[in-house]
């Protein structure tokens, strides 16, 4: 269940008084359903604290002939309130929602641990450089720092190696077709210790060809991947939530 909304009715009577001042030079709206004087409302929280399900079947470029698709756990759909959420964080300048994000994939990456037993480092997907300077952030690599500290609170530490590059063009901007031949120019992998396993942290699935692609460039260095966990995902048609490891 999630915690009492961040808006100003929720702080003291000070905090109120700063919230009303700032919310004059810069308003402040929930990214997912545009409610007033809340940073995000309990309604659009929700679905963040969920457990998160499986989503590798809507992903359909994860299907590789010659191996099984990597195990990709989702926190929520990518539909309505939540899609806004994601798209504000990402292209609305809503830095205040870093924390927001990297604690809901810190909470889902906890609550898998067992499952992720196998991995030893934490690899995020490669954003864009471009994008990354577009943002002022790189956010792959904030859910990576989250995913890692889910696990070293669960007692399994495995660091953050960023050691993919991504010189492709930017997903949001393609197609499927795009995407995948995209991501298959563009990713690349430095050397890594080996006998290493990884787990792919990713903020959104679509078709699946980022974390497929990530995966190839991980395995020619010879790093095995053991699984991805993604913010989002884009939902199959008539996919119904299968909740848990």
């Known amino acids: 269940m999630a915690p009492d909304s961040r808006g100003v009715g929720s702080r003291g009577s000070g905090g109120t008084a700063r919230a009303l001042v700032a919310g004059v030079v ?7 359903c545009g409610r007033a004087d809340v940073r995000w409302c309990d309604d659009c929280e929700a679905p963040w604290w969920e457990a998160p399900f499986r989503s590798e079947s809507g ?6 002939p010659g191996r099984a698709p ?38 889902a990456v906890a609550h898998l641990a067992p499952a992720l037993a196998p991995v030893t480092i934490v690899v995020p997907v490669p954003a864009r450089s471009s994008s990354t300077r577009r943002r002022g952030i ?11 500290s889910g ?4 007692g399994r530490a495995a660091p953050v190696v960023p050691c993919l590059r991504n010189a492709g063009a930017e997903s949001r901007r393609l197609g499927v077709r795009g995407r ?32 497929a692609r990530s995966c190839r460039a991980l395995e020619r260095v010879g790093v095995a991947v053991a699984a991805a966990v993604t913010l989002a995902a884009t939902p199959r048609p008539g996919a119904t939530r299968d909740f848990g490891p």
């Open 180 to 211: 995948w031949t995209g991501a298959a120019a563009g990713i690349r992998a430095s050397s890594v210790p080996g006998g290493q396993t990884a787990l792919l942290v990713d903020d959104v699935v679509t078709s699946g060809a980022s974390l």
């Open 70 to 107: 990597i195990p990709v756990w989702s926190i929520a759909p990518l539909v309505g309130p939540v899609s806004l959420m994601v798209g504000a964080w990402k292209d609305g300048a809503r830095r205040d929602m870093d924390r927001f994000f990297g604690e809901a994939m810190t909470r």
């Open 151 to 154: 696990l070293a609170g669960e």
């Open 26 to 32: 810069v308003p402040v709206v929930c990214p997912g």
């Open 138 to 148: 790189d956010l792959p690599a904030v859910l990576a720092r989250a995913a890692a």
């Open 59 to 64: 992903a359909g470029r994860l299907d590789v």
